[in-house]
């Protein structure tokens, strides 16, 4: 399996300014992900990210609020734009370590509380 | 559409006991993959086990077993001989082509 870091691991942010949260993986990858989990709840799709192209994004979800960079097939950036309390989650990053099976590995989460 | 049902929201057993977690999914799809996936309180996602939609093998790995029923849609979870340390919430998830849909989440906690 594939190892993946993310970076903040956390961070306490003010309403009305953006974070970008990086996620690194140790191999190259076709398809990584981006997730969020509000408090207590399930993990929703943001959107796909394929190396060379745009993201494409969930329902839901728009670039404006959550653009996504996707410079080479190790790296991977999501910012999270004029924030709001609402946006308090943790932010996963994943990837597809097993194309043949569908099977995502997942970073260990950004942890964001909004001010 | 894809969906994954977890009816049990929170379990709690004792040390040792038997538990099992139910997950109940739907699609239209004949091919698909199904995923545990164990989220402990430090928040990193662990993977599980994957089942794909041709192969109704249980599987026994330690502790864990999975239980794999096309004709009920389920795909159950069972941790024998349960630990404190199997304290998290569970994810059961449905995967159609890199589209992977999770469930609500099982918090189970084992006390001592």
């Known amino acids: 399996s594939a190892v993946i870091s993310q970076k903040p691991s956390r961070d306490i942010c003010q309403r009305g300014t953006s974070l970008t949260i990086q996620c690194q993986v140790d191999?190259?990858?076709?398809?990584m992900f981006w997730y969020r989990q509000q408090p207590g709840q399930s993990l929703t799709l943001i959107a796909t990210a394929n190396q060379g192209s745009e993201a494409t994004y969930e329902s839901g979800f728009v670039i404006d609020k959550f653009p996504i960079s996707r410079p080479n097939l190790t790296f991977s950036t999501l910012t999270v734009s004029n924030m709001s309390p609402e946006d308090s989650s943790i932010y996963l990053c994943s990837v597809d370590g097993d194309t043949s099976t569908d099977t995502q590995y997942f970073g260990p989460g950004t942890r964001l509380t909004v001010l | 559409a894809q969906k994954v049902t977890q009816a049990q929201t929170e379990i709690s057993v004792v040390e040792k006991e038997d538990v099992t977690l139910d997950c109940v999914y739907e699609?239209?799809?004949?091919?698909?993959?199904l995923f545990w996936y164990k989220q402990p309180p430090s928040g990193e996602l662990v993977f599980l086990i994957r089942r794909n939609s041709f192969d109704e093998q249980n599987e026994i790995s330690g502790r864990y077993s999975w239980n794999f029923q096309k004709s009920t849609s389920s795909f159950n979870f069972t941790i024998t001989a349960s630990q404190v340390v199997d304290s998290a919430v569970y994810f059961c998830?449905?995967?159609?082509?890199?589209?992977?849909?999770f469930g609500a989440g099982t918090r189970l906690t084992v006390k001592p």
């Open positions: 191999s190259q990858v076709t398809m």
């Open positions: 699609t239209r799809d004949t091919t698909y993959y």
């Open positions: 998830a449905l995967s159609v082509i890199n589209d992977m849909r």
